[in-house]
Structure formats: C-alpha cells, structure tokens
C-alpha cells in the first residue's frame, strides 16, 4: 500500500492537521455556495437551465481560483516557514485546497452534465 501526501512529506497529523482539513472543508462549502449563487443570479435573469449552470460556473471561476491560490501560498509558506505541527497543517490544508479546487470546478460541473443528460432539465430550483 502507497504512502499518503502526509507521510511522504515528513509531516504529522495533530490538532492543527485536523484543523487544516477542516478549513479544507469550509473553503469547499464556501466554493459551492458561490456557484450556486451565480446559478441562480443567471436563473432569476431569465436564463434556460443548461445556460445558467454554464454561466454560473463562468462567473464563479476566477473568485474561487482566487481564493483557493491565495491560500496555498499561505500553505507553501507554513509549510516552508513552519515545523512539526504547523507543516501538519500546511500539508493538509495545500493538498484539501488542491482536491477541492478541481472538485468545485470539475467534478460538480461534471455532476450537473451528467444529470442534465439524463434528466433533459428544463427547470432548475436551487
């Protein structure tokens, strides 16, 4: 069995690893709550299903690369800068914030296709 992202950087996982991996978790709901706010921004607009999903992701894409880029800087830095605990954190938060990244932007994206596909949508409500 391979060796995780934590162990192969020498890091431990303490209380502030689980905080980074709770902070991980903010930033995706924080992630998904944009979107779906631009979903419905687009929705109120006027817009068909399958356009406002596209444009929502359009308006949401460059606050959340903002955001999740600005804090793994700050993760490379703590974990450059830090030792012990405060590398715990930085690893876990650089790798939850890189998952969560391609999982706002993709893997949803993917989800909302693959159920407009199959369901031909015509009304969204969210």
Known sequence: MSDGGIVRLDATLTLPGIAGIVLTIGM????????????????????????????GYDKALLTIIDSHVTTLITGVALFLFGTGPIKGFAVTLCLGIAINLFTALVGTKVIFDVLYQKQKVEALSI
Not at 31 to 51: M, P, Q
């Open 28 to 55: 995706g709901v924080d992630s998904n709550v944009l979107i779906f706010e631009r979903i419905r921004e687009e929705l109120r607009g006027g817009k068909a299903a399958r356009s406002a999903i596209d444009a």
